[in-house]
């Protein structure tokens, strides 16, 4: 057993650190940058001006239907669509691309909802008194509101984060050869599934805790001051 593991375990975190790593952490930037420009358009009211009112009413309609689409339907089934289905109207993608564009339109509209809520949860006396002391709309939600909502929206998205990485494993169903695509390789060769798959899982396991500390350490970072400006 303990042969089967030193000789499986250099290639399977070959696997993780050449394609579960980057794969999770490009689509949670790309993801996450969509996220909070889908939920700015959600968030920000209208111009009250005709000729930006009605342009800026349709890019809300089609956020609102982008959100709705992927919190609907399942990841595996939108990867399906992405790289199986694409190509049938002459769109064809790299397999790591595809993986890539699934995830981060998955994570930019569920970390969209989390944003929104986190913006929404700060309390209209912090616009009053912005608008009081002469801040633009701009000003106030740079400096005054998104600092607030950005500590409010870390757990969750540090949460996100954690299950994108788990989330990963699906890429193998559009033959992408991370970490669980090679554990799948590798148990094809020895026959001994329980083995590789709780060795797989073990490897997950150990990423998702180090980044959990992670979480519970900028948590603390930023509860800190806080506690402070409350004393």
Known sequence: MWNIII??????????????????VISF???LILAVLTALIKFIEPS?????????????????FYVWLFR???????????????PSIGVQL???????????????????????SALLSVPQDQWDAAYTLNFSTRQTLMKIVLPQAVR?????????FIGLVKDTSLASSITILEMFQVSQQIT???????????????????????LSWLQHYLERRTSKYVKGSEA
Request: charged share 5%; with cysteine; proline share 7%.
């Open 188 to 210: 094809a060769k020895n026959y001994q599934p329980l083995l590789m798959y709780t060795l797989a899982a073990a490897l997950y396991a150990i990423i998702c805790t180090l």
């Open 152 to 160: 409010i929206a870390l757990p969750p998205l540090s949460n996100s």
């Open 7 to 24: 000789t499986s375990l250099p290639e399977m975190i070959g696997a993780m650190l050449q394609f579960t790593i980057p794969l999770a």
């Open 72 to 86: 609907s339907t399942p990841l595996l089934v939108q990867l399906f669509i992405i790289f199986f289905g694409l």
């Open 48 to 64: 009250e001006n005709k000729a930006i009112r009605y342009p800026y009413l349709v890019l809300r309609g089609i956020a609102n």
């Open 94 to 116: 790299p397999a790591f691309t595809a993986a890539v564009i699934g995830f981060s339109l998955n994570t930019g509209a569920y970390a969209s909802e989390t944003i929104r």
């Open 29 to 31: 930037i790309l993801g």
